[in-house]
């Protein structure tokens, strides 16, 4: 497993627009897929977006496409998302994980960071 943290969150106005950054501890961090995900009070856990350990492959959730862009910096053990005209709909504790063999099994969650978009 590897150690993921998160930062980035914060409090922003809707339209605007935030870059989460998700850093991993070990090596092998490059070789694994990573997804973001978000909560919301009272809500269950959903997967926003994924890339695969190369970064040629992302896949998005509808409610997302066109406004979040996720991307990685395997020299950096980093991956990001990019958020962009952010809705008020769009608060709630964003939270990576980490998938070792790409197949959507996430083992390894960040502690997340809240996001929260004023109207």
């Known amino acids: 497993q590897v150690q993921l943290v998160e930062s980035g969150g914060g409090l922003v106005l809707a339209g605007g627009s935030l870059r989460l950054s998700c850093v991993a501890s070990?090596?092998?961090?490059?070789?694994?897929?990573v997804g973001w995900f978000r909560q919301a009070p009272g809500k269950e856990r959903k997967i926003l977006a994924s890339i695969t350990w190369s970064g040629d492959i992302t896949y998005y959730t509808d409610s997302v496409k066109g406004r979040f862009t996720i991307s990685r910096d395997n020299a950096k053990n980093t991956v990001y998302l990019q958020m962009n005209s952010l809705k008020p709909e769009d608060t709630a504790v964003y939270y990576c994980a980490s998938d070792p063999v790409g197949a959507g099994r996430y083992d390894s969650w960040g502690q997340g960071t809240q996001v929260t978009v004023s109207s």
């Open positions: 070990g090596r092998t961090f490059s070789s694994y897929a």
